[in-house]
């Protein structure tokens, strides 16, 4: 049962490069998520995605694009890395309707450092 | 999204049941009330979710009083792998989940 499968797990970078953050899920889930968490603070929603071709801004979207081309691929592009983006980025997804309310599955989780 | 209130920390003893509280005063009618653990800085793990009535899985249970306004977790027998961050989340349809500072439950042997 692989559900969310975030990859690297661990990822150290330089200011200024850049990177994309993958997240596949094989639960055929029409909603995605990219989430970062800083250190003892809650998950704060950056994108989300309804379904594929269709993307949207969360709460702290800068500095980040996301693209969703395919139902199980949501990958989190970091064009110019800088030290506040140093966090934990976990995707997520779900399957909603408008009548549903279907809970989300979280990945494990990226570790990333900018130095 | 309506705003939940929990307690920042509990303690348990291990095999007893752990009650977790939350309160959402502001809740609407058609808000679901669910709950997520975090366990050290892996991703959060869903639990449970209910509208109006009782709920109860193979994890936990989950008591939702008439009016609404708050609900307990419980799990009925805790372990020392239950030590987590607790998270009562109110949310409605497709919206987003706003994840509070939760509560930090730390099961004792």
């Known amino acids: 049962n692989a559900g969310v499968t975030q990859t690297p797990k661990f990822r150290i970078l330089k200011i200024g490069q850049s990177m994309t953050l993958q997240c596949t899920q094989d639960?055929?889930?029409?909603?995605m998520y990219w989430y970062r968490q800083d250190p003892g603070m809650g998950l704060k929603l950056i994108y989300y995605s309804v379904g594929a071709g269709i993307t949207d801004k969360g709460e702290v979207p800068n500095g980040y694009n996301v693209s969703r081309s395919t139902t199980e691929d949501f990958p989190l592009r970091l064009e110019l890395a800088a030290p506040s983006q140093t966090s934990v980025y976990f995707c997520?997804?779900?399957?909603?309707?408008?009548?549903?309310?279907?809970?989300?599955?979280f990945g494990d989780g990226t570790r990333l450092s900018i130095l | 999204d309506a705003k939940t209130t929990q307690p920042p920390s509990m303690d348990c003893a291990e095999g007893r049941a752990a009650n977790l509280p939350c309160n959402h005063s502001t809740i609407s009618g058609n808000e679901y009330v669910y709950w997520y653990r975090q366990i050290h800085s892996q991703g959060p793990q869903y639990i449970i979710h209910?509208?109006?009535n009782n709920e109860t899985n193979e994890m936990a249970s989950l008591i939702i009083t008439e009016d609404r306004k708050s609900s307990t977790l419980i799990l009925p027998h805790a372990t020392l792998r239950d030590t987590a961050v607790y998270y009562c989340i109110v949310r409605k349809g497709a919206q987003k989940l706003v994840f509070g500072q939760g509560t930090r439950l730390t099961i004792n042997p």
């Open positions: 209910g509208l109006k």
């Open positions: 639960m055929n889930h029409n909603y």
């Open positions: 997520a997804s779900s399957y909603l309707q408008s009548y549903s309310n279907q809970p989300q599955h």
